[in-house]
């Protein structure tokens, strides 16, 4: 099945550090979404990008939509501890005029630094 | 709105018994779908439905069966439970395909 690369897969942050994360697929996507997943709870919808080359931001959260459909990127600045989590990539496939199911990346994992 | 509520929370099954993981949404959302993840492996769909008396495979089906009766419920049946199953699965709705998904709160499955 198609898959997404998302990297990392875990990072450590000190707060007030920026932090970068992204996604990158052989398949062209028309929907780019970024969800964070804290422990013991369902994914919450971040940043969702619909166009080629979209930056969108999200107070702190700023995401990108490649100019080649295939990747995406979400920045974190000044990281606090509450951003601690798992923060994943989905893309929905483009089937010529047809949306298709979301595609999740495997998950970046942030910790705090101890 | 309560949004997207699942049941039970934490389930524990031996291998061989069947049961039914429960989803709900009350937002009149059309798609609603099953996802599993397991460590490391992200979110896989399971099913999914696109409106009422229409559902479909996504990408792991096996073992699992979905009925969507009602456009609110969206229930997930294991109809033999294997280790293999031992999992945390989502439940997730959106207006249409097209449009954002929400998810609900996660069933923990553990499948002796």
């Known amino acids: 099945g198609q898959q997404l690369n998302q990297s990392p897969q875990s990072m450590f942050i000190q707060e007030g550090e920026d932090v970068s994360m992204n996604c990158t697929s052989s398949?062209?996507?028309?929907?780019w979404l970024w969800y964070k997943q804290d422990p013991g709870e369902g994914p919450v919808l971040l940043i969702a990008l619909y166009k080629a080359g979209e930056l969108t931001s999200n107070g702190r959260l700023t995401a990108q939509f490649g100019i080649t459909r295939k990747d995406s990127f979400l920045n974190i600045s000044a990281s606090i501890p509450s951003d601690v989590g798992i923060y994943f990539c989905a893309g929905q496939l483009y089937y010529g005029g047809s949306q298709g199911n979301l595609i999740f990346g495997k998950g970046t994992k942030l910790s705090v630094k101890p | 709105n309560a949004g997207v509520t699942q049941t039970p929370k934490f389930q524990v099954l031996k291998t061989g018994q069947s049961m039914t993981l429960q989803c709900a949404q009350d937002m009149n959302h059309e798609y609603m779908s099953w996802y599993r993840q397991d460590p490391g492996m992200g979110l896989r769909l399971i099913h999914y439905?696109?409106?009422?008396?229409?559902?479909d495979q996504g990408e792991v089906p096996n073992g699992y069966n979905v009925s969507r009766s009602t456009t609110e419920d969206f229930p997930l049946r294991l109809l033999s439970a294997a280790p293999s199953q031992t999992s945390v699965y989502f439940c997730?709705?959106?207006?249409?395909?097209?449009?954002?998904?929400?998810f609900g709160p996660g069933t923990r499955l553990l499948v002796l």
């Open positions: 439905s696109v409106g009422a008396g229409i559902t």
């Open positions: 997730a709705s959106s207006e249409d395909l097209a449009e954002t998904q929400y």
């Open positions: 398949s062209i996507f028309n929907t």
